[in-house]
């Protein structure tokens, strides 16, 4: 059974931090590349960064320099380092797989909102 849960999201101010973490089944986190994604309000959900199994990472040029992704391969976690939050990076965030297809299972994401 596929799961994915992520945590850590809340309401911050600009230029504050957080940090997500996203718990994943073994299944499906060995062998996959992963990445985070995110939704804003009215807007389709986008790609945030990606890391390899190799650990190789990849992020979109909105939150180069700001975000880091990694991940911790005993405990089939991914995380994301979220530092100089603006307010456009205010959305739902989840993991999945990279690249996810239209059978990919999605969790309930967490929440960021940066607001001053």
């Known amino acids: 059974q596929v799961q994915l849960v992520e945590s850590g999201g809340g309401l911050v101010r600009p230029g504050r931090s957080l940090k997500l973490s996203c718990v994943a089944s073994?299944?499906?986190?060995?062998?996959?590349?992963m990445a985070w994604y995110r939704q804003a309000p009215g807007k389709q959900r986008g790609l945030v960064a990606v890391?390899?199994?190799?650990?190789?990472?990849h992020y979109v040029d909105s939150v180069k320099g700001r975000f880091v992704i990694s991940r911790d391969n005993a405990e089939n976690t991914v995380y994301l380092q979220m530092n100089s939050l603006e307010p456009e990076d205010t959305a739902v965030y989840h993991c999945?797989?990279?690249?996810?297809?239209?059978?990919?299972?999605w969790g309930q994401g967490t929440q960021v909102t940066v607001s001053s």
């Open positions: 999945n797989v990279f690249p996810y297809t239209l059978t990919s299972y």
């Open positions: 073994r299944s499906i986190f060995d062998t996959n590349d």
């Open positions: 890391i390899t199994t190799r650990g190789q990472t």
